[in-house]
């Protein structure tokens, strides 16, 4: 029997693996709202495409960082396409530097994008889905979460931190139909990967079994996955999508 068609929240969706999510969730069937930040035009390409297909689908501008600017990105999904049973927490960024460079401008920056951003999203959205006694909440973390990486610092610990919150929340809500999981992707070919350096794209490859980066879509069907029917019985893990990088 397929889903029933529901509302999702997708953060950071205007690129990448969560234009990728978005894209297939509403394949499904699914009512998607597609978040950005500052691209708008980004977000009106992934909406256009989404209804090209058949699907339902708007753009929801929001720094997730800033809670009422999740509260108003909220409230216009709701409005819009009804009450928000499937949230992805994708948005994220990196500011990379060694620790003894570090600013602390770039540790909050990440920290407030990436765990915060994602505390504020899931706090406010967690009260309509136990009303609901249903919800899918699946935060992207990352590899660098699990095994740590020089020159990330701040990015590693804000993803560590994404795998506590998932755990914890996981055991808080589990009697209500309720999962939260992490997926941590290894290099995704996306634009955070593009911009380093053919040097380090060697030497990352290095790292990988399977000697490649991965694409956006060779992660959104797992991350899509975790928002079905069929995955109810998941909650609290971290799923890793990344060519082997972690074994
Ligand atoms: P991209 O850089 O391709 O896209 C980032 C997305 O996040 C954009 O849609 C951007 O919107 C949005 N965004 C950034 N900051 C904010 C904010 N403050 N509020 C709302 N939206 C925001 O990202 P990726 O697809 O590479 O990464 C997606 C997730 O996957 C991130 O959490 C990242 O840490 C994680 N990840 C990525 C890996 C990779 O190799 N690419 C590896 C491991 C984890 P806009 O453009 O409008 O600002």
Known sequence: MPDAERTALITGASRGIGRACAIRLASLGHRVAVNYNTHQEDADEVVETIRRAG???IAVGGNVADRSAVEKMIAATEEALGPIE???NNAGIISDSLLMRMKDDDFDRVMDTNLKGTYYCTRLTVPGMIK???GRIVNVSSVVGIRGNAGQTNYSAS????HGFTKSLAKEVAGRNITVNAVAPGYIRTATTDVLSEKVKDT?????PMARFGEPEEVAPLIVFLCSEEARYMTGDVLRVDGGMAI
Do not use: D, P
């Not at 993803?159 to 994404?162: I, N």
């Not at 990352?204 to 990988?208: K, P, Q």
């Open 55 to 57: 699907g339902t689908a």
């Open 86 to 88: 499937i949230l992805i």
């Open 132 to 134: 609901q006694r249903w």
């Open 159 to 162: 993803k560590a931190a994404v």
């Open 204 to 208: 990352v490859r290095s790292w990988i």
